[in-house]
Protein backbone atom coordinates (compact mmCIF):
# COMPACT_ATOMS: atom_id res chain seq x y z
CA UNK A 1 0.00 0.00 0.00
CA UNK A 2 1.21 3.32 -0.95
CA UNK A 3 -0.54 5.29 2.28
CA UNK A 4 -2.19 7.58 -1.16
CA UNK A 5 -6.04 7.66 -0.91
CA UNK A 6 -8.06 7.06 -4.30
CA UNK A 7 -9.15 11.17 -4.05
CA UNK A 8 -5.23 12.38 -4.38
CA UNK A 9 -4.52 9.45 -7.09
CA UNK A 10 -7.03 10.95 -8.91
CA UNK A 11 -6.38 14.10 -8.67
CA UNK A 12 -3.06 13.44 -9.81
CA UNK A 13 -4.16 11.49 -12.58
CA UNK A 14 -6.55 14.67 -13.80
CA UNK A 15 -4.06 17.59 -13.31
CA UNK A 16 -1.52 15.19 -15.08
CA UNK A 17 -4.00 14.97 -18.11
CA UNK A 18 -4.64 18.56 -18.24
CA UNK A 19 -0.92 19.23 -18.13
CA UNK A 20 -0.19 17.12 -21.58
CA UNK A 21 -3.72 18.39 -22.97
CA UNK A 22 -1.92 21.85 -22.45
CA UNK A 23 1.18 21.20 -23.87
CA UNK A 24 -0.39 19.53 -27.32
CA UNK A 25 -3.20 22.21 -27.85
CA UNK A 26 -0.04 24.60 -27.47
CA UNK A 27 1.46 23.69 -30.51
CA UNK A 28 -1.44 22.14 -32.48
CA UNK A 29 -4.10 24.20 -31.23
CA UNK A 30 -2.40 27.64 -31.01
CA UNK A 31 0.28 27.23 -33.86
CA UNK A 32 -1.37 24.58 -36.37
CA UNK A 33 -2.70 26.53 -38.88
CA UNK A 34 0.66 29.24 -38.55
CA UNK A 35 4.00 28.77 -39.88
CA UNK A 36 6.66 28.44 -37.24
CA UNK A 37 9.57 31.04 -37.23
CA UNK A 38 12.63 30.09 -38.47
CA UNK A 39 14.61 29.88 -34.86
CA UNK A 40 11.65 27.55 -33.65
CA UNK A 41 11.91 25.32 -36.98
CA UNK A 42 15.59 25.07 -36.29
CA UNK A 43 15.68 24.51 -32.32
CA UNK A 44 12.84 21.67 -33.01
CA UNK A 45 14.63 19.52 -35.61
CA UNK A 46 17.10 18.64 -32.94
CA UNK A 47 14.68 17.22 -31.20
CA UNK A 48 15.26 13.84 -31.88
CA UNK A 49 18.98 13.64 -31.82
CA UNK A 50 18.46 15.24 -28.19
CA UNK A 51 16.30 12.54 -27.20
CA UNK A 52 17.67 9.11 -28.15
CA UNK A 53 21.26 9.29 -26.11
CA UNK A 54 18.83 10.52 -23.41
CA UNK A 55 17.19 7.56 -23.99
CA UNK A 56 20.51 5.11 -24.28
CA UNK A 57 23.01 6.33 -22.28
CA UNK A 58 21.97 5.36 -18.51
CA UNK A 59 21.54 1.69 -20.41
CA UNK A 60 24.76 1.79 -21.15
CA UNK A 61 26.54 3.59 -18.11
CA UNK A 62 24.13 2.13 -15.59
CA UNK A 63 22.65 -1.37 -17.33
CA UNK A 64 20.05 -3.12 -14.89
CA UNK A 65 21.02 -6.45 -17.07
CA UNK A 66 24.32 -5.83 -14.78
CA UNK A 67 22.77 -4.49 -11.52
CA UNK A 68 23.65 -0.87 -12.72
CA UNK A 69 27.84 -1.80 -13.12
CA UNK A 70 28.88 -0.22 -16.03
CA UNK A 71 30.29 -3.13 -18.66
CA UNK A 72 32.80 -2.56 -21.03
CA UNK A 73 31.14 -4.85 -23.50
CA UNK A 74 28.23 -1.86 -23.56
CA UNK A 75 30.59 0.81 -23.46
CA UNK A 76 32.45 -0.14 -26.76
CA UNK A 77 29.68 -1.16 -28.39
CA UNK A 78 28.21 2.24 -28.12
CA UNK A 79 31.25 3.92 -28.82
CA UNK A 80 31.04 1.74 -32.16
CA UNK A 81 27.96 2.94 -32.74
CA UNK A 82 29.13 6.41 -32.14
CA UNK A 83 31.66 6.13 -34.97
CA UNK A 84 29.81 4.48 -37.50
CA UNK A 85 26.75 7.13 -37.14
CA UNK A 86 28.97 9.89 -37.07
CA UNK A 87 30.57 8.51 -40.20
CA UNK A 88 27.54 7.10 -41.66
CA UNK A 89 24.52 10.31 -40.91
CA UNK A 90 22.41 6.91 -40.67
CA UNK A 91 20.40 5.89 -37.64
CA UNK A 92 19.53 2.37 -38.58
CA UNK A 93 23.29 1.62 -39.73
CA UNK A 94 23.86 3.14 -36.27
CA UNK A 95 21.69 0.89 -34.28
CA UNK A 96 22.39 -2.28 -36.12
CA UNK A 97 26.09 -1.48 -35.90
CA UNK A 98 25.68 -0.94 -31.83
CA UNK A 99 23.76 -4.21 -31.76
CA UNK A 100 25.58 -6.23 -33.66
CA UNK A 101 28.95 -5.36 -31.59
CA UNK A 102 26.83 -5.96 -28.35
CA UNK A 103 25.42 -9.24 -29.26
CA UNK A 104 29.01 -9.95 -30.60
CA UNK A 105 30.81 -9.06 -27.35
CA UNK A 106 28.54 -10.54 -25.16
CA UNK A 107 28.77 -13.98 -26.86
CA UNK A 108 32.66 -13.38 -26.59
CA UNK A 109 32.21 -12.84 -23.14
CA UNK A 110 33.75 -9.46 -22.57
Known amino acids: ?25 SFLGLLGNRDLPGW ?3 HLRYTAVAILPA ?5 VLWPAAT ?12 ALALAVGYVTRNALATIAAGL ?6 QALGL
Do not use: F, K, N, Q
Not at 100 to 105: D, V
Open 40 to 42: ALR
Open 100 to 105: AALLLL
Open 67 to 78: GGETDPARLAAA
Open 1 to 25: MTGWDSVTIWMVIAVLGIGTLAIRW
Open 55 to 59: LITPR
